[in-house]
C-alpha cells in the first residue's frame, strides 16, 4: 500500500562535471530516473519532479515543476517540492542515485510523527538528499535562502530533526548503497562495475 507521502526527486543540477543530463544516465539499460520513478509509484501517492525540464521526463507519470526560486541549487529544489507536494511530508532524493531501497526507506518513515525532519547519518555524515521533510520546513526554507544560505542542512537548527545513524539501519543497506550517486564519469564507470559484478 502506498505511503500518504509524496515522493520528490530533485532534477536541477547543471550535470557540469559529467557532462549529460545524470538523470538520464541509463544503469543497467535504465535510466536512473526511471529507476527511482518505479520506486516511488509503488512506495507514494504522488510522485513529484522538480526540473527546469520538464520535456525530458514528459514520459513518466509525475508531477513537474521548474524551481520556484531559480539559482538556489538543491535547496531551492527541496522547496519547490515541498510547496506543490499534496502531503505534510515528502521524501526527497536526488536524481543520480541508482539503488535506493525500499527497506530502508520505509525505516525512516516510521520516525516522522513528531519531527520535521528525519535524516540519516553515514560514516560521510548526514545524507539530505534521502530524507524526510514537513511542509513545515518551507518558511526555514525561505528565511535560509533570503538571507543567501543555499546549505540544505544549515537550516536543521530551526526545525525538529531526527537523525538516524547508521547503526541503526546498516542491517538493511550494509554497503551503503542507497546513499551511491553519479557525480563524474569515474563515479559512473565504478557503479557499473557494480552492476556487472553483481
Known amino acids: 500500500m502506498a505511503n500518504d507521502l509524496s515522493g520528490v526527486i ?3 543540477g547543471k550535470s557540469t ?3 549529460q543530463n545524470k538523470a538520464l544516465i541509463s544503469i543497467d539499460g535504465v535510466p536512473i530516473i526511471a529507476r527511482i520513478h518505479a520506486l516511488f509509484k509503488k512506495m507514494f501517492r504522488e510522485v513529484i ?3 527546469d525540464q520538464p520535456q525530458l521526463f514528459s514520459n513518466l ?3 513537474i515543476f521548474p524551481d520556484l526560486i531559480p539559482g ?3 535547496l531551492g529544489g527541496l522547496y519547490t517540492g515541498l510547496f506543490f507536494s499534496s502531503f505534510p511530508f515528502s521524501f526527497s532524493v536526488a536524481c543520480d542515485m541508482p539503488f535506493l531501497r525500499k527497506p530502508l526507506i520505509d525505516f525512516l518513515l516510521r520516525d ?3 519531527f ?3 535524516v540519516p547519518r553515514t560514516e560521510d555524515g548526514l545524507q539530505p538528499l534521502h530524507a524526510v521533510y514537513a511542509r513545515n520546513c518551507l518558511d526555514p526554507i525561505k528565511r535560509l535562502m533570503d538571507a543567501g544560505n543555499c546549505k540544505i542542512i544549515d537550516f536543521y537548527r530551526m526545525v525538529r530533526v531526527k537523525i538516524v545513524d547508521e547503526n541503526d539501519f546498516l542491517f538493511l543497506d550494509p554497503l551503503r548503497h542507497s546513499f551511491i550517486n553519479v557525480n563524474t564519469p569515474e563515479e559512473l564507470n ?3 562495475k557494480m552492476t556487472e559484478s553483481c
Open 72 to 74: 538556489r541549487g538543491a
Open 49 to 51: 519532479i522538480v526540473s
Open 190 to 192: 565504478l557503479v557499473k
Open 61 to 63: 507519470s509525475a508531477k
Open 112 to 114: 516522522i510523527e513528531g
Open 116 to 118: 520535521d525532519i528525519v
Open 10 to 12: 530533485l532534477c536541477g
Open 17 to 19: 562535471r559529467m557532462g
